[in-house]
């Protein structure tokens, strides 16, 4: 049963537009919530987080929404850049657990 | 600099062999985790460690075995039991809760059995 869900496994966005990423949980026991960016064989770099007791967080061009009564939470990049396009993970972590369980991932892809 | 270390980027094995795949972190956290990530897949959690001499098994931790005899290290064994282990292997670690919930990644070691 996959706690964290991506549901679009990409995604094609024209460079200077906004890119969207969704994630949806299932557990409402969930304090945090991450997004990574990763590069083909490389480690994921961490982007953004927000706590379960938020509905926005904001860093530069990257901004995380969370809807906890839909259990849904999304990344708007904007504007979208060519050095954007990467496979973007959302994560969550349980409350008062060291875990971190990740959807499987949307691949965004910036059009020049 | 701090940061996470994985050796080797690039490792083959013989299948029936045991592989050691190392993790090295400067970053004085207290945890530390193994994911293992296939083509089209998420990232799976196979270990982790919230402090030294104590670990927990994720969700696919058979074939798999790790030791934490220090806090910098946390390394994955890869047995022969382990019925498809060619994937890519990442390691974390994150601070304690109330330091920031963010986990930092190594650059991952490819595992290919021949």
């Known amino acids: 049963d996959q706690q964290v869900k991506q549901n679009s496994p990409s995604l094609s966005v024209q460079e200077g537009r906004i890119s969207i990423l969704n994630c949806d949980y299932t557990?409402?026991?969930?304090?945090?919530f991450l997004w990574y960016k990763k590069y083909p064989a490389e480690g994921p770099t961490f982007l953004i987080s927000i706590s379960s007791i938020k509905d926005k967080n904001e860093d530069g061009r990257f901004t995380v929404f969370l809807n906890k009564s839909a259990k849904h939470l999304s990344l708007h990049i904007v504007p979208s850049q060519p050095g954007d396009s990467a496979v973007y993970f959302c994560?969550?972590?349980?409350?008062?657990?060291?875990?971190?369980?990740f959807g499987t991932g949307t691949r965004l892809k910036v059009l020049a | 600099d701090g940061g996470i270390t994985q050796s080797p980027k690039y490792l083959f094995r013989k299948e029936g062999q045991n592989v050691t795949l190392s993790c090295e972190q400067n970053?004085?956290?207290?945890?530390m985790y193994w994911y293992r990530q296939d083509p089209g897949q998420g990232l799976r959690l196979i270990y982790y460690?919230?402090?030294?001499?104590?670990?927990q098994k994720g969700d696919i931790a058979e074939g798999y075995s790790v030791s934490r005899e220090k806090k910098e290290s946390f390394p994955l064994t890869v047995t022969s039991a382990q019925k498809n282990p060619t994937a890519f292997y990442l390691c974390?670690?994150?601070?304690?809760?109330?330091?920031?919930?963010?986990?930092?990644f190594g650059q991952g070691t490819r595992l290919t059995v021949v």
């Open positions: 994560a969550a972590s349980p409350m008062g657990t060291y875990k971190y369980i």
């Open positions: 557990n409402s026991m969930f304090d945090y």
């Open positions: 460690s919230q402090i030294v001499n104590d670990f």
């Open positions: 974390a670690s994150s601070p304690s809760p109330d330091r920031g919930p963010e986990a930092f």
């Open positions: 970053l004085n956290h207290d945890a």
